[in-house]
């Protein structure tokens, strides 16, 4: 599964003028509303359900809020880059700018785990959130978000 697979150049949101993880989640649920054409309090709300269980800021600056919605029928990702830094109550207690959302049907299942963690395997790629964090044109953070990255690792 390819990150493709899960954001489309329309869920990719090149500045988002927000000042709190409430106010995120809001708007990044209002665009996710639009994309997968579910109600956008249905995705608010799982979104703050996830949140409340613990923080999605993972560190360094990057928080990957991610729920399950029973009337959808696909995985769905996006991806949002911060004007400026909010608090999101992250691991490392460092303020985030890049927010990548997962919405991911009731049954998803091992799908949901897989996409989560090629999500935070992006995310943890040096090279591509330094250009994430550079770029405020939408279709080139699309372009960093999928294209493939050359790996090391074994």
């Known amino acids: 599964m390819d990150l493709s697979d899960l954001i489309s150049p329309q869920a990719v949101v090149p500045s988002l003028k927000v000042n709190s993880k409430k106010q995120a989640l809001q708007e990044l649920a209002a665009k996710a509303a639009t994309v997968t054409g579910l109600p956008e309090r249905d995705i608010f709300d799982t979104l703050l359900q996830r949140e409340r269980l613990g923080s999605t800021g993972v560190g360094n600056g990057i928080a990957i809020p991610h729920g399950k919605l029973v009337a959808l029928d696909r995985l769905v990702g ?16 460092q303020p985030v700018d890049l927010v990548f959302v997962l919405l991911a049907p009731e049954g998803a299942g091992a799908d949901h785990l897989k996409a989560l963690a090629r999500i935070a395997r992006r995310m943890r790629d040096a090279g591509t959130v330094a250009k994430l964090r550079a770029s405020d044109d939408a279709s080139a953070l699309y372009t960093l978000l999928t294209q493939q990255v050359a790996s090391n690792a074994a």
């Open 78 to 93: 996006l991806f949002a880059r911060l004007d400026r830094p909010i608090d999101f109550d992250a691991l490392d207690d």
